[in-house]
């Protein structure tokens, strides 16, 4: 028996070491998983590239990228935020590709109000993001809105400011990937049946109340962290891996 695929992805502007120790923590739980981090076109390892303007066609990259790698037969889905809304389309248009998907921290246009998938306390700072030129600051800002629990935010945001100095996410790509995010349009109908969603209820960035509509609109079941951010597995990564052990054992 070949081994279960399991594909990472993350959300606006972040790329796959973003995930820091989070893929070894679930490689351990799951050594029989091949572990596949992807980035979504304008970050990571393809920062070159121009981040498209829509949701759909994220997905045709993810596709694209995972054949270049022979990756045959269905796969296994972690995705938060934007990473998911591509898992939800990638599902809607490919369910065959999908075996299995968690979802974490995520909204859907049509389901959510802008300022519940976007918290409007955190607008002041996301523009201090997207104007400031101290590289340190922006990421210090970045983990200050979507981490709870994280303890070296300081040394992490260095750490973080290097990733962005050797695959830097340009404005414009940053941009494009929030248009295609504000306006991605949930699905007509449940697109998948095997879906877990993972929610985090102090998300200081999206509205826990959009992870609650999505799982009650499509009868996926849901768990709730009470103290994490957005960033969930950066701020309790062995919570995840023991709600996927549990829903993948029932």
């Known amino acids: 028996m070949s081994k279960p695929v399991w594909v990472f992805l993350r959300g606006l502007i972040r790329q796959h070491r973003h995930w820091e120790d989070f893929p070894n923590q679930f490689q351990k739980a799951f050594p029989d998983a091949r572990i596949i981090l992807l980035d979504l076109p304008g970050n990571g390892d393809l920062w070159e590239h121009e981040s498209p303007s829509s949701v759909a066609d994220m997905v045709e990259s993810v596709r694209e990228q995972l054949d270049r790698q022979q990756v045959r037969g269905a796969v296994h889905v972690l995705a938060l935020s934007l990473g998911a809304m591509v898992a939800i389309e990638w599902m809607e248009r490919y369910p065959c590709d999908i075996e299995r998907a968690v979802l974490m921290n995520t909204s859907l246009r ?141």
């Open 110 to 250: 049509g389901m959510s109000s802008f300022t519940e998938r976007l918290r409007s306390e955190n607008y002041p700072d996301i523009f201090k993001s997207l104007i400031s030129n101290s590289k340190v600051e922006r990421e210090k800002l970045i983990l200050d809105i979507s981490t709870n629990l994280y303890k070296d935010k300081e040394a992490l945001a260095q750490k973080w400011v290097g990733y962005a100095d050797a695959h830097p996410t340009s404005r414009m790509n940053g941009l494009r990937q929030l248009f295609a995010a504000g306006t991605y349009k949930a699905p007509a109908a449940r697109p998948h049946e095997h879906v877990l969603i993972l929610q985090s209820l102090a998300d200081h960035l999206v509205n826990p109340v959009c992870s609650t509509r999505i799982a009650d609109t499509w009868r996926w079941p849901m768990v709730s962290h009470p103290s994490a951010g957005h960033d969930l597995t950066l701020d309790d990564g062995d919570w995840v891996i023991a709600q996927i052990q549990k829903w993948l054992a029932e």
